[in-house]
């Protein structure tokens, strides 16, 4: 057992180094409430992070019913033991005193205290109204990347199949689309090629917008272990902070804002240029290679210096670093998807790969990283944008398939365009013709840009609002009927982290009050709704989260991601597997395409595909002509500036993120004290020279505007590149006096009072990162500091990162394991 560390301070640990090719050594990370030894504890329960979208596997420690602590589970393949600062101090939240414990409606304009029979009443009278009066289309259901594959799966069969609507979405929808459309352009399928595994195998590692250290700290430890080992890897950085990973960098670009698409045409001009092909690769594999080579000819590093603002000599040190590598492992994440060209840019981290002929072995592969913890989940089950199975829409075999399933009629599976994606239909419920938005395990009224906008159409008295959450978050202040739900821990699922290793979470105490697991409350509402299948019985047969994972195994089986060879019992035993798990593959699959392109045939695809810089979705027919034998598509697009650029009103640009502290709108990591003392408030990034020229110090309080509306906080100057600014989107207003957004005595203070409503055309994802905004001084810090951790991006410049603290509060954590090295040496 080592020393206790302050994992605040210390977010990633101490080293435990292994070589290339070696397997990461095991580290237990533990940390229990005060007071608490292990031997203490009645019963270890097992599960997995809900904090982010690495999939740790942990056990929950449990006394007398109650929740104790946490420790890492060494077996598991994701993380060997170890855990991050959320996963080791999140949980906490699930105690806390404001849980919502009883249902909530909306009597004389105020939120009062019901009953469950009472508040499902409303939302069954409401649904069948509208289906009466307006018809399937006036319903709309927005939910999470943080419930379990089971609720997921019963949402969209209840939505799609019991109410007949188009519109279901995810907040995946704001982290995740992109990587899922990504991979069906380059692939015809969704689903991640490579494995966390390959960290331990290559020797260059390629990230592109994807801050490891703070999203997915885990990794981000691994790939420390690796540094410190025999045959370290090379690391290129593309991201325009200064981040950790760009201090350990062999190259680091810090691009433009919104200019990744021309960076990468650049990048693969010198490996066309300087014949890094693979040619028996492509041609045996690929399709497009002739017109990614005529579209690039022209986009030397000089040509893209001028519109990255980025040197030629670094331009060319990462082509050289990416064509010379043996095994290249490339993570792509929102520095990417939020921004300017999303689709277009991740597409040529594909291509990277596809030209290269990295693919399908150890240390050579391409993530296209999720942001939460089920996103995944959301897209194979049909919540985010697709149908069930990775199904394709256009497909009308794939459509009969699916209401076989489900014992339905094919027509009565809305596919005649395809799913809504969460900003059209909120303009929908603007506009009038969705009435009814049921919002589950999401805040939109913190995490959507533009958010007096948002405000505005959640406040509408013709818009029936249903919100199903922990808390009386922002969103569910403005709702018609809050359902108080159970949250992890406190029910049992299944979901599925970013390199497809599906966690099984069990039910580890109770929840608080009359809270409900969440598949509970939609198996409720089907019930009262009486949805039936073509035969008359019930729509939905299944009643509890086992039972409904053996339903969705039926409509997986055979498809990209077939569940059809787990069950409860192989998860409990063996930690997490990843799929597609069958007959072909009893015990799961570490990677894809190891022999060719599986799912990309035109009668097999997820997707016909898209224009990347229109969003024009291609017919079968065109899809038949481009692709016959179903091969990877190099796909080419020509770099097309932001929508809105800077000017003189508005000189910076505006980026928004997150922060290794907190997730998402901070509703459970906000009430863990560690996790929120060391990042208590929002704050503002700028640049040194850009402080300099402003008359701005470190502290100051400064507000941020741009043509949509504005925010304060305090100033941080950082390493970040000149001409922009950056502000965590974490933070909203329910921990402040105004409750649910910025009054006359309250300012903003959520990034989103000033981002856009725009999205990629492709993915349908709002592009936080493209942004114009003004910077003005409203008061001195006189030696104030900003709330900004000093551990990771957001350290002080002139500074390396240093010691953060967690605001007096214990974060001290026990680590244990193999702390035998490859080599002498190093710092642990």
């Known amino acids: ?158 939505a799609r199949a019991g109410i007949g609507t188009n519109h279901l979405d995810g907040n995946t929808r704001l982290c995740t689309s992109t990587a899922a459309e990504a991979l069906k352009e380059s692939f015809g399928c969704d689903g991640q090629p490579g494995s966390y595994d390959d960290i331990d195998h290559a020797d260059v590692i390629a990230l592109f917008g994807h801050n490891i250290a703070e999203t997915q700290p885990v990794q981000w430890m691994r790939v420390l272990d690796r540094l410190e080992g025999t045959e370290p890897p090379r690391l290129l950085c593309v991201d325009p902070r200064p981040t950790q990973v760009a201090r350990r960098a062999a190259v680091h670009l810090a691009p433009r804002v919104g200019t990744n698409v021309a960076l990468l045409n650049a990048l693969l001009h010198e490996i066309i240029r ?69 689709t277009a840019a991740a597409v040529q981290v594909n291509n990277l790969h596809l030209v290269r002929g990295m693919l399908g072995r150890p240390g050579a592969g391409v993530l296209q990283m999720n942001g939460q913890p089920t996103a995944q989940n959301t897209r194979e089950c049909g919540a985010n944008g697709d149908l069930p199975g990775f199904r394709n829409w256009q497909n009308d075999a794939h459509v009969a398939e699916l209401a076989e399933v489900w014992n339905v009629e094919p027509g009565s599976i809305p596919h005649y365009a ?46 029936f609002v249903v919100v199903q959450d ?11 009927v809050v359902l108080p739900a159970a949250t992890w821990g406190e029910k049992t699922g299944t979901f599925t982290n970013a390199d497809r290793t599906v966690h099984l979470s069990d039910k580890a105490v109770d929840p608080p009050g009359r809270a409900r697991p969440d598949l509970d409350i939609f ?66 699959t570490e990677r894809l395409y190891t022999r060719g392109i599986s799912w990309a045939r035109p009668e097999t695809c997820e997707s016909y595909g898209k224009d990347l810089v229109t969003g024009a979705a291609n017919s079968e027919d065109m899809y038949r002509v481009l692709n016959p034998d179903g091969k990877a598509m190099i796909k080419a697009a020509g770099y097309v500036p932001a929508h809105e650029e800077p000017d003189e009103q508005y000189p910076f640009q505006l980026t928004t993120g997150r922060t290794l502290y907190h997730f998402h709108t901070r509703t459970k990591t906000g009430r863990a004290p560690q996790l929120n003392g060391a990042a208590p408030d929002v704050w503002v990034e700028i640049s040194e020279s850009d402080a300099r020229a402003q008359d701005l110090a470190e502290g100051d309080l400064v507000e941020v505007r741009s043509p949509r509306g504005a925010l304060r906080g305090r100033l941080r100057v950082t390493g970040l590149r000149p001409g922009l600014l950056f502000v965590p989107f974490h933070y909203g207003y329910w921990d402040t006096p105004a409750g649910s957004g910025p009054d006359a005595t309250t300012p903003g203070r959520a990034a989103n009072e000033t981002t856009i409503t725009a999205w990629d055309p492709a993915s349908k994802q709002p592009l936080f990162k493209t942004a114009a905004a003004a910077l003005t001084l409203v008061e001195r810090g006189d030696g104030k500091q900003a709330p900004a951790p000093t551990t990771a991006a957001s350290a002080p410049v002139g500074s390396a990162a240093v010691r953060s603290t967690a605001g007096g509060v214990d974060a001290r954590v026990s680590q244990a394991g193999d702390t035998s090295w490859d080599e002498p040496g190093g710092d642990r």
């Open 470 to 480: 922990l808390f009386l978050t922002e969103t569910a202040q403005l709702a018609d």
């Open 274 to 342: 300087t014949d890094r092909v693979d040619h028996a690769y492509v041609e045996a594999h690929t399709v497009g290679y002739e017109e990614l080579a005529a579209r690039v000819k022209d986009c030397t590093p000089g040509w893209a210096a001028g519109i990255c603002d980025v040197p030629v000599s670094r331009i060319e040190e990462a082509a050289e670093l990416l064509g010379s590598a043996d095994r290249l492992l490339s993570t792509v994440l929102q520095g990417f998807y939020q921004s300017n060209q999303a």
């Open 523 to 588: 198996l409720d509402y089907a019930a009262r709704m009486d949805f039936r299948d073509k035969d008359g019985g019930p729509l939905i047969s299944w009643q509890d989260p086992e039972s409904a994972f053996e339903a969705w195994k039926r409509c997986s089986a055979g498809r990209p991601c077939d569940y059809s060879g787990l069950t409860y019992a192989k998860l409990r035993g063996a930690g997490g597997v990843q799929w597609p798990v069958g007959p072909q593959a009893p015990e799961g």
């Open 418 to 463: 395809p799913p809504t994606h969460a900003l059209q239909m909120f303009r929908y419920a603007e506009q009038g013709s969705i009435r009814m938005l049921w919002v589950s395990g999401t805040n939109p009224a913190v995490s959507l840009p533009e958010l007096a906008r948002v405000r505005s159409i959640l406040a509408q008295e013709r818009l």
């Open 1 to 158: 057992m080592e020393p206790a560390l302050d994992r605040i301070g210390e977010p990633w640990g101490s080293r435990v180094p292994h070589g290339r090719h070696r397997s990461w050594p095991a580290r237990v990370d533990t940390f229990l409430a005060e007071g608490v030894e292990p031997a203490m504890v009645q019963e270890w329960v097992q599960a997995a992070s809900i904090l982010h979208s690495d999939g740790d596997a942990m056990d929950i420690a449990v006394i007398d019913g109650r929740m104790v602590g946490v420790r890492g589970r060494a077996t598991d393949r994701v993380n060997r033991g170890r855990l991050g600062p959320k996963d080791l101090f999140g949980w906490q939240a699930n105690a806390s005193p404001d849980r919502l414990t009883r249902p909530l409606v909306r009597e004389d304009g105020r939120l009062v205290e019901s009953d469950w029979d009472t508040a499902m009443s409303r939302v069954v009278a409401r649904s069948r109204e509208l289906l009466r009066e307006r018809g399937p289309g006036s319903l709309g259901f927005y939910t999470s990347g943080q419930l379990f594959l089971e609720e997921y799966y019963t949402l969209a069969v209840l």
